[in-house]
């Protein structure tokens, strides 16, 4: 699982090849706490057909905000440098996650 940043988060999800994951977590956020690791599984079930990279927003607000990623946790998947489908909040539950990652897998 890539660890993203401001300065990545360009060229490693939105410039990049076919379908990525990034899961918008933040510090403090405990529903974003309780998730990652339900994340870092399907990264390694799903990391050979889609890329997975994460994103503190805490350290990088003003690039969430572009994203509009308003609310945590939120796990999203972009292709094409545009985001195509995402699960955010309540909806954010490691079996919503994992439905959204199949469809695209």
């Not at 969430?64 to 995402?86: F, T």
């Amino acid at each position: 699982m890539l660890e993203l940043d401001k300065d990545t988060f360009d060229g490693e999800v939105l410039q990049a090849e076919g379908k990525v994951v990034v899961d918008f977590y933040g510090d403090g956020c405990a529903p974003c706490a309780a998730l990652m690791p339900h994340v870092h599984v399907l990264a390694e079930k799903y990391g050979d057909r889609l890329k997975f990279c994460a994103l503190n927003t805490s350290k990088a607000r003003r690039l969430a905000i572009k994203e509009k990623v308003l609310g945590l946790p939120v796990i999203a998947v972009y292709e094409n440098g545009q985001m195509i489908d995402s699960r955010v909040k309540e909806e954010a539950t490691p079996e919503n996650v994992e439905a959204m990652i199949r469809q695209y897998a």
